[in-house]
């Protein structure tokens, strides 16, 4: 029984030294990338078969991706919340006080 135990932790314990290393890479596989992202293998794919995201394929067959271009990618189309909004008016109403 301890056994299973002791062997039941090694392994979240070696999940999560995989996780932490995957969040310090700077160069992803496709199945990284997803996980990272939290989207599926196929639309990264999809992504990279369209041109949508930059990518590499130093050997023609791998595909590699930044992880900027990554993070960049995923913070496209940012949408401002309301408190934002607000804040961008107030400070632009009086910059342009007359």
Do not use: C, W
């Amino acid at each position: 029984m301890l056994e299973k135990t002791i062997l039941r932790e090694l392994r979240l314990l070696k999940k999560e030294v995989k996780q932490r290393n995957l969040y310090r890479k700077r160069l992803l596989t496709i199945e990284e990338a997803a996980k990272l992202s939290g989207v599926s293998v196929s639309y990264i794919q999809k992504l990279t078969s369209s041109k949508q995201i930059p990518h590499s394929k130093p050997t023609g067959k791998l595909i590699f991706i930044h992880r900027k271009d990554l993070e960049t990618f995923l913070s496209q189309n940012y949408i401002s919340s309301n408190d934002e909004v607000n804040s961008n008016v107030s400070d632009y109403l009086l910059r342009n006080k007359k």
